[in-house]
Every structure is written in structure tokens, then in C-alpha cells.
């Protein structure tokens, strides 16, 4: 079963979900007075796995910032199925899901070290320009990390937005 | 428009939602790089949320631990629609929607101190007994508490877990 | 015992300390796994104070945003004497030392609902200028807090940053 | 400069400090409105020192819990030297310091992926029984461990709570 296509519906012909698997290891702060993770902290997760998306596949936190793209999150959804306990590794695997529209559609899987789903959620970001204001259209490096995704050039490396300023 | 309605199905006939609203102010470390309040922290403002409710119905999570009743929380959902900023005056209106099931069905609705609505959301909390097993039943003291919801006696003063217990 | 005393030594004929007590309830996610507040959270609680404090003597964050004196803290000390446990009430009794340099020396108590010391402690603070120079000299917004301080004025009501603009 | 030695005061004689080194990267939500990390996270960053020095010698929270050895942190202190940027990694070297006492004294170094120190600082842990009472003896298990430190066994591998079964 796959969660991430379970969250998003994808048009006919969209280019595959990009994906991308960052780890981690519970916090002691992270637990609480029932000795499992806390279910908020499965935000900072799944930021965690953005952050690993954005390494991957030169989108990072940085990028958007230096081309004044602000993305908040609109949007955040988890559903939890098995706790994380003190000290677990776990792994976070995060999906960007095709859209023709200005936002951003990232799935999450949770897992443990045994491989057991914790949890699985999306979230939704709207790229907004530097007043705040929603874009209606893309923002040209975007449009052009878009290009490239689609003409499944990822197995030559990662595109680069700086490819783009040429 | 009535955003708790929106994320609950409620059958014909049921009682209307239970409500109770908490107020907080936004701390210092909760807002972000973007001088917005960081998306994942709205989890601990549903939280506030609830305990205010619990403490107006009798069902704070002290009475859930005394009556050894775990109420995981199983879904999060936040949709996002206007940032708090530091120092932020805020109020959390929290629902209960009524459920036949052994499931607790809250919404959110965040305002800042104009009353624009700056967040909604909803949880949703399954029931387990001390081992951690989804209850299929309603324990006798939740039973207790909606048989009072149901008769609409709450203008009369809150429920109290020990009322059933004569 | 006055623990405020203790950690900063004062000069001889250097005006009284400057109080102003903040409340909170300790949230279910600043509980740990051992059931008490976990010890970092206590940042936030003084933190909780400094705000307290800004509001009452016009020294708010805003203010030292508005004056462009970033005031980062360079040392934080606390000591744990008895835990705060989930959803008590408690107080922070927060306390501004005299001092004739360019620097803000703030000493902390928190109490529980029955009065009992939880933690004592203090944190430092330096102004910097815009470009995070450490100042030599008390900006003038500062300086004009300090004669009002010493003058003592207080009891007339708080000092303003905008009567120093006159 | 050996920071760790400025903050504990150690008998002549004693063992030298055990030392061991975690690494970090700073997660958006850390990251206060001023764009560095907030003050109040690096408690969580000494905590992942404390982790990685427990998984190194033996003696893991894990092991204090089976061991039934609560040790409160009942004194936190840390002197930030240079702030810590998003995505910014970092390094805690975390050291132990011998005490012939029923405490744990730790230091701890917060350096920047340049090297630079970016914060130094210390705890103080008590050891008590099951019923929060101070211990005045050390618990055999830690007696244990005392002994394995000052046999100057460590270059023979790490200590075993087991070991002392036998």
C-alpha cells in the first residue's frame, strides 16, 4: 500500500513522487509522561525530512530564502498508528508529489528501526511572494526544477537552480 | 461558516457540540525565522485547547488517568490561515463532536485578538485500556459522561466523573 | 534568603531591584517520561518572567526591537530545588540588578501553587548595536531608564521610552 | 583553555575526565525571530551529549533506569560564546568529571562545523533512590564504574554495568 499516493491525487501521466530518507534518534525531551514521543513533535520529523528533500534535490531552506520564495506551510496532517519510544532510530521518508499548481505537496512515512509504519501524513505549501501575496504562477527556478523533474533527468544528478541563471 | 461541522460527519439527531475556549499569548520561542509562529506548535495550542475543555466538562486528563482510559491521539489536522506573531493575544475554541464510538472527535478553531481566525483543525483520540488495546466499548465513565450530554442537562452545571460513582 | 542577592553581588548604595511576577501552567508536552517538567523548559519560564517584567516597566521586546539593541543571552544558570509537575499552577518572580554597565542581570524564583521554591536562577544579557558590536555605552533609551530607575520614580507609574523623546 | 576544568574543581589525584563527542544540526524550528538558536535549545543539546557519552561508557539512561537510579539535573548552566545558525552543524564534547560524591558533574563544549566554540557549559546531577530521597552512598552499579575509571581501564574497552554481576 502506498501511503504517499493514498494523501494526493496525481493526474494521469505526472511524473513520479520524488523521494528522499533522513534518519533520526529519539529525543529525551521529545518523550512524554506516557513514555512515547509526544504527537506534536512529529512536525519537527517531518521537517526533518523536508530538510533531507531539499539537500537531495537542491531545494533547501537556503534556496528558497536566496530566491525570495517564501512556502509556508498551510496545511499538516498525521496519523499515527505506533508510538516512537525513547531513544528509537527511525527514518522519515518524504515525497514530493506532482502539481501543475503553485504549492508544494509533500507525503511522510515513519518508520522504526523494525521497519513498522509510527506514522504517515502530508503537508501543503503555498509559494507566496515576498509580500506575502500567493503566486499564481510559478516562480521561474521553480518552474525550471518542475522541467527537469518531468524530463526524468534525475538518475544524471540533481538539478541545480544555479543551472538555471545561464 | 461553521469550520467544526466541516471536518465531522454527525448523524441526524445527535447533540450539538460541547465548546469551551482557552486563551494564550504567543512566547517568544515559538515564533520562527520568519517572525511567523512555526507551524508545528499549533499542536500545543489544540492541547491547551482540550485541558481548558476538560476542566469545564469534567474530563480533564487527570480523570483520564485516574480512570485509567489513555486517549491516544491517532489524527492531527491544522489547516493554516493567517500567522500569529510574538507576543500574540490568542483564543482556542475547542469542540467535541458527538461520536457512538469509543473515539473522542475534537475541532480548533484559532483567533488572534482582532478575532480573524487564524487556524482550524481537528484530533482525533481512540480509547485503549492499560494494555494499549483499542476498546471497543465506551468505559462506563465516558458512557456516563455522554448519557448527561445527550439529555442536554449542561446549563444545569457541569458532569462530574464521581456522580456515577453512587 | 533573598536568592536574587545571591547571584549578582550590587554596589553599595545602588537602588533596589526591580519585580514583577508572571503565572503559567505547565503544559502536558513540558512534562518528561520521569513525569516532572523536563529541566530545559525552564528557559521558557524565565523567559515567560523577562516578558512580564518588559511589560511592566516599558521594556518590552518590542521596545528593544524598536530601539534596534539586540540584548542576546550570554549566560543562563538555573537550580532545580522540587519539580513542577503537569497542569500545576506557578509564578515567576522576576527581578532586574542595578548595574552601571551596558548589560541586564536578571534573577529568577519560580514558586508552585503552595508557595514552594521550585527553581531559583539568573541570566545575562549584553547590548549589542545593530551589526552585534557588544556596546560600550547604554544607548540613550537605557540611560534615560536607568536615571528613572534610580530616581526612584516608580512608584508614579512605569517610565516610557517615549518620554525620553521629548 | 580547558573550559571543563574552569567550572568543576577537582581534587588532586583525581582520574581525568572521560570524554566522548556528539554531533548535531540545527533544526528549523530551533531557530528563533532573531534567525539563531534560541538560547533555551541548548539544554537539548547537552542532553545529546549526555546520550552519546552514556552509549560510550555504559551508563545510558537506560541503564539508570534499570539500575532504578533517578538522576534529577539540579543545576544547569551555559555561557553562549557565538551564536548557532539554521542547518548549522555542531559538535558537544561532553565530559565527566570525577567526584568522590553520590553526583554526576558534567561539562560540555558546543562547537561550530568551523571549530569555534559556540557555547560551553555544565550540570550538576543528583543520584536518588526510587523515592526521590538523595542518596548518600553511591549505588553499587556506579561504584563500579568509579572504580573501572580510576583503574584507568578505559583503553581496554568500556565498562559494563553487567560485568559487576558476577
Known amino acids: 500500500m ?3 499516493q493514498s494523501y494526493f491525487i496525481t493526474e494521469e501521466g505526472a511524473p513520479t513522487p520524488l523521494r528522499a530518507v ?13 513514555g512515547i514521543v509526544w504527537h506534536g513533535h512529529y512536525a519537527s520529523f517531518f521537517e526533518k525530512g523536508r530538510i533531507a528533500f531539499g539537500d537531495r534535490y537542491g531545494m533547501s531552506y537556503q534556496e528558497f530564502r536566496r530566491q525570495r520564495t517564501p512556502a509556508p506551510v498551510v496545511r499538516f496532517h ?40 509510527c506514522a504517515t ?11 506575502g501575496e500567493i503566486c499564481l504562477l510559478l516562480p521561474d527556478w521553480l518552474a525550471s526544477f518542475r522541467r527537469y523533474w518531468r524530463s526524468g533527468c534525475w538518475q544524471q544528478g540533481p538539478w541545480r537552480a544555479v543551472e538555471d541563471k545561464a
Open 78 to 117: 498525521c496519523d499515527y498508528k505506533r508510538p516512537l519510544l525513547f531513544d528509537e532510530n527511525y527514518t522519515v521518508e518524504t515525497s514530493l508529489h506532482w502539481s501543475d499548481a503553485a504549492r508544494l505537496d509533500f507525503s511522510y512515512v515513519i518508520r522504526n528501526s523494525g521497519s513498522d509504519i
Open 2 to 4: 502506498d501511503f504517499a
Open 22 to 34: 533522513a534518519e533520526g534518534r529519539v529525543r529525551f525531551q521529545e518523550v512524554d509522561a506516557m
Open 121 to 131: 501524513g502530508y503537508t501543503v505549501q503555498l509559494l507566496t511572494d515576498k509580500n
